[in-house]
């Protein structure tokens, strides 16, 4: 398993180009199985999820190509439905391939994802949300199997909680049908955005999009198109987290400011300068963050839950206690007892850590054991005085494009072993 080896306490100078955000070029490339023509995506980040979605619309018969940055699929000679379990196993994310293909073939058979274990992750909602639209479901060793031999029908599914996933789903299954279908309570977050301006640019009929009430009327079916995937906003705030505890200037290149809302507050707590220009985003931090009083993770504007882990990192090295509650996920605290390890003071109680700041952690051997909390021990391994060594870096390379080249590049001592 390859590792990362970190001396820290390096300032941070010069430039870092933010990715292409993961979570929108996966549903994004699901969603190309519904065009009838070739889709080109650019800014679509290199890393190994997308690579599992390129498997899977392989596997599917899709012709994909990537050229660097630029993927290419053609679904016309898609063939398949299914999807095997080693490939659904890989991230959480494939299960937005049951309502693409159901969408295109009119039945898929999935199994239960597999993705960061952040708790349970169950997919209720996706599936009452796509029976209620008329999808038949069986399932049985693991196996999800769906069907709409009637069709889609219109329907008004209300969210019990406006999950991102379901919200995906619910849009690939329902936009190219006969039907149209309401979503209240959806999920706002700005790559379901992005997946609707894909999917209208390919002739949809999605409106209320980021508003929290969808709606898309079904077409008989989409084109192809070029798309430009919104920039990460999650790897924005790991840069900027990873800043704070270092110290020094960097220019995030390809952000706007929409990337940080929800998290800019927790960052002027820090102490952390921010300006925006047509290049990007300037900041500057004196690498001694001051706390952040209180984060609570919640849906879209809220403090985005993916932003908890790199946030905590940085508030360990801070003058004063910060507290963090953890509302979307059950379990997303295992960078935790990692961090502990190399002296942070972090006291967790259910939802609510208290993380008391201190200027004496220290390099130490840890291991990632989620996407987030990977991305979180190497910002402290950035801020700690000596040498941190970071594990199963394999979890952290699911989501994040070139960390220790960009690390490397603007001042950091950190190499990929
Ligand atoms: C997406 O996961 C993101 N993943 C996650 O990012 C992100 O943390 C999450 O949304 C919340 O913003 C991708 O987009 C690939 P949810 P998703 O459905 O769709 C519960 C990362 O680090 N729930 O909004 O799985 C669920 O248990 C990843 O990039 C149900 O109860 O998230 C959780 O508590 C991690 N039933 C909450 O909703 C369901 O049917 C939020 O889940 C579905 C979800």
Redesign the pocket.
């Known amino acids: 398993m390859a590792e990362y080896v970190i001396n820290g306490g390096r300032r941070l100078n010069g430039c870092i180009e933010i990715q292409g955000a ?3 070029a ?2 994004i490339l699901a969603a190309a199985v519904l065009c009838r023509e070739e889709v080109i995506l650019h800014n679509c980040p290199i890393i190994s ?1 997308t690579d599992t979605c390129i498997k899977i619309l392989r596997y599917l018969g899709c012709s994909v190509y990537r050229d660097g940055h630029t993927v290419s699929v053609d679904s016309r000679n898609m063939y398949r439905y299914d999807i095997p379990a080693e490939l659904m196993r890989e ?3 494939s ?2 391939f049951m309502g693409a293909i159901l969408g295109r073939m009119k039945k898929a058979e999935v199994s239960l ?1 597999g ?2 274990e ?12 796509l029976a209620r639209m008329g999808a038949e479901f069986e399932e049985g060793h693991g196996t999800i199997s769906c069907s709409t031999e009637k069709g889609i029908h219109s329907s008004e599914i209300n969210l ?9 789903n619910i849009i690939l299954a329902a936009v190219c049908s006969d039907s149209t279908v309401t979503v209240t309570n959806a ?1 706002k ?1 700005p ?1 379901i955005c992005d997946l609707a301006e894909f999917l209208n640019k390919c002739g949809a009929r999605i409106t209320g999009a980021g508003e929290g009430t969808l709606y898309i009327e079904g077409v008989k079916s989409l084109s192809g198109t070029q798309h430009i995937i919104i920039p990460d906003r ?1 790897a924005a705030v790991t840069y900027m987290s990873a800043l704070s505890v270092c110290g020094g200037r960097l220019l995030l290149k390809g952000i706007s400011p929409l990337c940080l809302r929800g998290t800019a507050n927790a960052f002027e707590q820090s102490g952390m300068l921010a300006d925006y220009d047509k290049e990007g985003l300037h900041i500057s931090a004196d690498g001694v963050p001051e706390r952040v009083r209180l984060v609570r993770t919640m ?2 504007p809220g403090f ?3 932003a908890q882990a790199p946030v905590m990192a940085m508030s360990c090295f801070a003058r004063g206690t910060s507290v963090f509650v953890e509302n ?3 379990s ?1 605290y295992r960078h935790v007892s990692e961090l502990c390890r190399m002296g942070a003071n972090i006291y967790v109680q259910g939802k609510v850590a208290v993380v008391e700041g201190s200027r004496d952690i220290s390099g130490a051997t840890v291991e990632a054991k ?3 909390g990977g991305a979180a021990l190497v910002v402290a391994g950035l801020g700690a005085g000596g040498r941190t060594v970071v594990k199963n870096i394999n979890y952290i390379e ?2 994040y494009e070139a960390l220790e080249e960009n690390l490397g590049n603007v001042g950091a001592d950190i190499i990929k072993m």
């Open positions: 993961k979570n929108s996966l549903p999820d991230m959480r994310s299960i937005v994802p993705g960061c952040l708790g349970p992750r169950p997919i209720d909602l996706h599936i009452s949300s019990a909680f406006p999950s991102v996933g379901a919200t995906e999920a977050e790559e999650i849906p879209y985005p839950t993916d979307i996920f059950e997303r989620d996407l987030r699911r989501g």
